[in-house]
């Protein structure tokens, strides 16, 4: 028997999403500085209103649905679900304003995109979109990047129990330091210290190859943020080809690769801890597909002689393949050139990375190398068990932050969630062929926006059919979130109806 949620439920979940409404909204004072320094009016006009929005919705939410209660599992899902979608449509206000985006369903297209850490765009003139606005669209990716309970977390939340619900419905498992709040915490620590340092590597690296120095820096933190959070979001709409720069795009690379390693491996870098880096199976499991995919992409760009020097083949294949499977989404190259040059074996080289993606407990999208590295280790354990005498004992462990013996129920939970992801891209495909698009260009876009990686072949565009949109908007959401916040909102409505 399916039980009906009781007022309290609902009580206590708008409370929650009250408080992460307010905190939106709150960051969005930052691009109200911005346009407030660059001299910005109706920009500045388009920001306020978008915090009176979260403002007035998160108040409603914390008077009416005012409680003491700590949050359970089911209600902390529900809020984590809920509260990437009041963000998408709370943060889609300031964009909508700009018009530069055709619709509010476009602006929401790209709130979510950006939030999701995706960066996937439907801007329209993004050359000439204000600095307030385009830093609105590269902050959503570091706040999105970090989780954006982790507002809640770091803000407003002081019990640990209902925190650590939220954290874990955000696609998140390890705490790094004994207590959630304090882990929320460091998250935001390191990845400030980050965005200091890549804001002024990328800035100095734009003055050196000709930039003004408030461009520059304007650039390297739009850059940053988008690169660390693995979203492929940047200032212009060339993407990283604008600025024609080897040095820049060997900058570009560290960042991504640092943004797609686990928090948890961070903080023991960050400890001295440097041959965990070696020992993980994150990180080794990572070096092997990466180098596995890199083989697949380098035959099918010889095979046509696409790039023949090998700067040039540094500099458009690995870059791609590198900021595919980091599922951050940067690209040197033009959309249409994935189908028109890259050729059928490259392009599905790099569909595999995009599905495959980074480290989990990062910003990074995808089905995640830890998954994929238990699924080796468990195939491993099972060719033995078959070589083996029937009475040996297998035992199969490995090496995660500490040695961990593997068991049943880690190899069911990563297969299952794998299997999730391989239905959302083929879904996402099925949709794209209704619409009208090629199989492969469809699989391709598909994958890029339930990844959460950003690569476009020419799909994504303003005049693409709504329903693609609302399909890219829905698979981002769910790439984000690993399914299971959004599988126990979608139990929560059934049992709403259905429940006695």
């Not at 007022?7 to 999403?17: A, F, P, Q």
């Not at 570009?252 to 948890?264: A, C, P, S, V, Y």
């Not at 090998?310 to 690995?318: D, H, P």
């Not at 769910?478 to 429940?499: P, Q």
Request: hydrophobic content about 50%; some cysteine.
């Amino acid at each position: 028997m399916v039980l009906k949620p009781h007022l309290d439920d609902l009580k206590i979940i708008g409370y929650y999403l009250g408080k992460i409404t307010i905190g939106i909204g709150l960051f969005m004072l930052i691009p109200i500085i911005c346009a407030l320094g660059f001299k910005e009016v109706s920009p500045t006009f388009d920001f306020f209103i978008g915090i009176g929005a979260s403002f007035l919705l998160g108040f409603i939410l914390t008077r009416v649905c005012f409680t003491d209660k700590d949050l359970n599992w089911m209600q902390g899902m529900i809020v984590v679900s809920l509260s990437w979608l009041i963000a998408t449509i709370i943060g889609a206000i300031p964009l909508y304003l700009s018009g530069h985006w055709a619709s509010y369903l476009d602006a929401c297209f790209e709130s979510m995109s950006g939030f999701a850490t995706t960066g996937l765009t439907l801007v329209q003139d993004l050359d000439h979109l204000s600095y307030a606005h385009n830093l609105w669209r590269h902050l959503a990716p570091f706040l999105g990047g970090q989780g954006i309970a982790i507002v809640a977390l770091s803000l407003f939340v002081s019990g640990s129990s209902g925190a650590f619900k939220m954290y874990v419905g955000e696609a998140r498992e390890e705490k790094i330091l004994p207590n959630v709040i304090q882990t929320a915490r460091f998250i935001w620590i390191i990845s400030i210290i980050y965005l200091l340092i890549g804001t002024i590597s990328l800035g100095v690296t734009g003055i050196l190859i000709g930039m003004k120095p408030q461009n520059a820096f304007f650039h390297g933190a739009c850059i940053f943020m988008a690169g660390f959070d693995t979203a492929g979001f940047a200032p212009q709409s060339q993407n990283i080809l604008y600025y024609h720069s080897f040095s820049f795009e060997i900058v570009t690379i560290l960042i991504m690769i640092i943004g797609t390693l686990n928090f948890n491996l961070h903080y023991h870098l960050w400890s001295g801890n440097y041959k965990e880096i070696f020992k993980n199976i994150e990180t080794r499991t990572l070096i092997l597909s990466s180098t596995l995919i890199f083989f697949i992409v380098a035959i099918g760009l010889k095979q046509l002689n696409v790039y023949p020097g090998l700067v040039m083949f540094f500099r458009k294949g690995f870059f791609q393949l590198i900021s595919g499977h980091s599922t951050t989404g940067f690209q040197t190259i033009y959309a249409q050139q994935f189908i028109k040059e890259w050729g059928s074996f490259a392009l599905g080289g790099i569909i595999c990375a995009m599905a495959l993606g980074g480290c989990a407990c990062s910003t990074a999208g995808g089905i995640k190398m830890l998954r994929l590295g238990i699924i080796l280790k468990a195939l491993k354990e099972d060719i033995r068990r078959i070589m083996l005498p029937e009475k040996a004992v297998v035992v199969q462990k490995f090496h995660h932050i500490k040695n961990i013996f593997l068991d049943d129920k880690q190899v069911r939970a990563a297969l299952l969630i794998t299997l999730c992801y391989l239905v959302l891209y083929c879904v996402g495909a099925l949709i794209g062929m209704f619409c009208g698009y090629p199989f492969l260009e469809s699989l391709f876009e598909s994958t890029s926006a339930a990844a959460n990686v950003g690569f476009s072949c020419g799909v994504t565009n303003a005049g693409m059919p709504a329903i693609l949109k609302v399909t890219y908007i829905i698979q981002m959401w769910a790439g984000r979130l690993e399914f299971m916040s959004i599988f126990t909102l979608l139990g929560f409505l059934v049992a709403a109806v259905k429940g006695k």
